[in-house]
């Protein structure tokens, strides 16, 4: 199973981006998908979650309003659309699957596979 997360990059605050995770060898559909990001001198932190089911997603606090997860069952691929972009939204994105889990669970625990992260970088 490989996570391919790609669409980070500069943009300014107020500023709009969308990442994108391919999986390969296996399928988003049937368990839990995941965004953490991890900013310079923090730990990773949850984003967003999405479920099997349709409507199950859950964000953290912080991203609620701004940010949308979502996925594309035929394509393999995970997204997730951040709008009204923050300096404080700066950090390496991760994309994550479940082995096991089908709801949008934010413990990182949970999440078994990985992708290689994607930096988004959000100027004041």
């Known amino acids: 199973v490989q996570l391919q997360a790609s669409g980070g990059g500069l943009v300014q605050a107020g500023g709009s981006l969308r990442l994108s995770c391919a999986s390969s060898?296996?399928?988003?559909?049937?368990?839990?998908s995941a965004w953490f990001r991890q900013a310079p001198g923090k730990e990773r932190e949850f984003v967003a979650a999405?479920?099997?089911?349709?409507?199950?997603?859950s964000y953290a606090d912080s991203v609620k309003g701004r940010f949308t997860i979502s996925r594309d069952n035929a394509n393999n691929t995970m997204y997730l659309q951040m709008n009204s972009l923050k300096p404080e939204d700066t950090a390496v994105y991760y994309c994550?699957?479940?082995?096991?889990?089908?709801?949008?669970?934010?413990?990182?625990?949970?999440?078994?596979?990985w992708g290689q992260g994607t930096l988004v970088t959000v100027s004041s």
């Open positions: 060898g296996r399928t988003f559909s049937r368990f839990a």
């Open positions: 994550a699957a479940a082995g096991r889990t089908p709801w949008a669970t934010p413990m990182q625990y949970d999440y078994d596979y």
């Open positions: 999405i479920g099997w089911r349709t409507g199950d997603a």
